[in-house]
Structure formats: structure tokens, C-alpha cells
């Protein structure tokens, strides 16, 4: 498991302090994702697909917006709650 993901398990599910944000479940299904899409372009960079990964760099970067945006949101609604 990555970093991430670690932190993930520890804040953001089981009851950890920031499970009950919605924003943590959609940050959790993003992080997946993103990893998923990562396999999936070394795969295709692997197997000689280069033009076709460097397409999908697009989509993963716009995956990793939104969980910068997540983690915006989360923190401001933190914030508030303190």
C-alpha cells in the first residue's frame, strides 16, 4: 500500500476522524482509481502502446485534480467544524 493509502485506511475509513465526510469516500474511490489508471498506462507503455499512454495522461491528471479538490473541500468543512 502507498502512503496515501495509508493514510487513507487510518483518516479516512473505519471511523477514522475524517470518515464521516462524504468527500473521504469519494477521495478513497478516486485514489483507486488514479492507481488503477496508472497500471493500466505502464501496461499499454510496456507493451509498445507508447502514443496511446501518453494520451492518457489527460485523464489521469484530471483524476488527480479532483482529489485536490476533495482534499480543498474536506479541509474547509474541518475547519469550520473546529
Same mark, same amino acid.
Given at each position: 500500500?502507498?502512503?496515501?493509502?495509508?493514510?487513507?485506511?487510518?483518516?479516512?475509513?473505519?471511523?477514522?476522524?475524517?470518515?464521516?465526510? +462524504?468527500?473521504?469516500?469519494?477521495? %478513497?474511490?478516486?485514489? =483507486? $482509481?488514479?492507481?488503477?489508471?496508472?497500471?493500466? &498506462?505502464?501496461?499499454?507503455?510496456?507493451?509498445?502502446?507508447?502514443?496511446?499512454?501518453?494520451?492518457?495522461?489527460? +485523464?489521469?491528471?484530471?483524476?488527480? %485534480?479532483?482529489?485536490? =479538490? $476533495?482534499?480543498?473541500?474536506?479541509?474547509?468543512? &474541518?475547519?469550520?467544524?473546529?
Amino acid at each position: 500500500m502507498c502512503s496515501l493509502g495509508l493514510w487513507i485506511a487510518d483518516r479516512l475509513r473505519n471511523g477514522g476522524p475524517y470518515s464521516h465526510l +462524504p468527500e473521504a469516500r469519494q477521495f %478513497d474511490r478516486q485514489h =483507486v $482509481l488514479i492507481h488503477h489508471e496508472a497500471n493500466r &498506462l505502464m501496461d499499454m507503455h510496456q507493451a509498445g502502446q507508447v502514443e496511446q499512454a501518453v494520451a492518457g495522461f489527460g +485523464p489521469l491528471q484530471g483524476i488527480a %485534480d479532483e482529489m485536490v =479538490v $476533495l482534499l480543498q473541500t474536506m479541509e474547509e468543512k &474541518l475547519r469550520r467544524e473546529a
